[in-house]
């Protein structure tokens, strides 16, 4: 019973420091150095699908939709590759496309984490 207690004291804390952590505002300087990372992460991205499904970079950045408006951008980004391909996505390719996604979305969380280090 004390473990779990000295637990569950250690999640309560460490959640709170995370929270504290993440209302600091950043400095002119993190806010550049995650900008830029963040810029990193989704070029990255970009290069990684239009190697899985064999189309120009381009192509996959006119079909990426506007950040912060879709609910899951990654669908649309698939529609949107299919609209213009004209044929529909294997299976196999959508999985590699969620998992660069997901890729790229863990490398601007550790951006993030970063900056405020800096």
Do not use: W
Not at 14 to 32: E, G, I
């Amino acid at each position: 019973m004390t473990c779990l207690i000295r637990l569950l004291t250690i999640c309560l804390l460490s959640c709170v420091a995370t929270m504290a952590y993440a209302q600091q505002p950043l400095t002119p300087a993190q806010a550049a150095f995650l900008k830029a990372e963040t810029r990193k992460a989704d070029n990255h991205f970009v290069q990684r699908v239009s190697v899985i499904v064999g189309v120009k970079e381009g192509v996959v950045q006119s079909a990426m939709p506007e950040k912060g408006r879709i609910a899951d951008p990654v669908a649309r980004l698939i529609a949107g590759l299919e609209r213009s391909m004209g044929q529909p996505l294997a299976e196999d390719r959508k999985v590699q496309i969620r998992a660069a996604d997901e890729e790229r979305l863990n490398a601007i969380k550790a951006a993030e984490v970063a900056a405020h280090k800096k």
